[in-house]
């Protein structure tokens, strides 16, 4: 698979972009969640994007993969204690930060507008790209992710939150230590009954676990979360959104309950719905092809 790879830059933010082309074709955004690498978007979704004649541009968040790493080490739990009694939380950085970083791709691309499709706490970035820079949208699909802060009563399940916790607190993990809370993590958000313990997921978790052997990771993680949990809900904004919108959640999400994209599919005026019985939170090849030939009449819209 072809792909150029770069730096674009925000205010001395570096964000390690991957182009896969060609440069004629429509341009896709794809913005992902917490902790996440470029490299864990789905192969099988680059590919359909790339055979339906679209132009994937993936990115590492800020704190995340390539990009730039921030300093500070948060204190997750006592701002689940802040956040739970209302209580104002400092983070290094924001939501609308991260926005930010996304437009500066397509500006260093000289891309004018795009299809956005952004999952989890990148669904919640690209809400924000979309309110905040209507005339960069061309469409909007938005996956498992939610316009409020998650909370008890929408967001992850106590052994999803335990986990992310237990994350958010560890720094510069083993490779095998890396490989185990992937097994135990894909296994609680992924699709139920899949056979993780495989030569294949083994050699992406070391290929991924190598890309960023030589980056201190610090608390990126733990940062990224606590930019979260620091966002005001964005009621408003989803409100405001213009552009034709593809809301999709699994039925059995242990992160992001589905009732967040109930909701947000009355909020965003243009806006479908799909809801899938056997999807968690994750896009594997079975979820994509339940949804893949409505995505592709959206993104013609």
């Not at 994007?49 to 080490?73: A, C, H, M, Q, V």
């Not at 992001?256 to 965003?268: A, D, G, P, T, W």
Request: glycine content about 6%; aromatic content about 8%; overall charge positive.
């Amino acid at each position: 698979m072809a792909y150029q790879e770069g730096y674009s830059e925000n205010n001395g933010i570096k964000i390690f972009y991957r182009d896969y082309g060609p440069k004629d074709a429509t341009p896709v955004l794809l913005v992902h969640g917490l902790g996440a690498q470029l490299v864990h978007w789905p192969e099988h979704l680059i590919d359909f994007l790339i055979e339906n004649n679209y132009r994937p541009i993936t990115f590492d968040n800020r704190d995340s993969g390539l990009s730039t790493r921030f300093k500070k080490k948060p204190s997750i739990v006592l701002g689940y204690l802040r956040y739970f009694f209302r209580l104002p939380i400092k983070s290094e950085y924001t939501l609308n930060d991260m926005a930010r970083d996304g437009i500066n791709i397509l500006d260093h691309l000289n891309i004018n507008q795009a299809h956005i499709i952004g999952t989890s706490m990148g669904g919640m970035i690209s809400q924000i790209i979309c309110a905040k820079y209507p005339q960069r949208v061309k469409t909007f699909t938005l996956i498992a992710s939610t316009a409020s802060v998650p909370g008890p009563l929408n967001g992850a399940t106590k052994e999803v939150r335990d986990m992310m916790v237990s994350r958010s607190q560890t720094t510069d993990p083993t490779m095998d230590e890396v490989y185990q809370r992937e097994l135990k993590w894909v296994g609680l958000i992924g699709m139920e009954g899949k056979e993780l313990d495989t030569p294949k997921f083994r050699e992406d978790t070391i290929n991924n676990f190598n890309r960023i052997k030589d980056v201190k990771d610090g608390f990126g993680y733990a940062r990224q979360l606590t930019a979260i949990l620091s966002s005001k809900n964005r009621i408003k904004k989803v409100k405001s959104i213009k552009a034709k919108t593809l809301l999709i959640h699994g039925e059995q999400d242990p992160v992001l309950n589905v009732k967040n994209s109930y909701l947000m599919n009355e909020l965003i005026p243009d806006s479908d719905l799909i809801v899938i019985p056997n999807m968690r939170h994750l896009i594997e090849e079975e979820i994509l092809d339940q949804f893949k030939d409505k995505l592709k009449i959206h993104l013609k819209t």
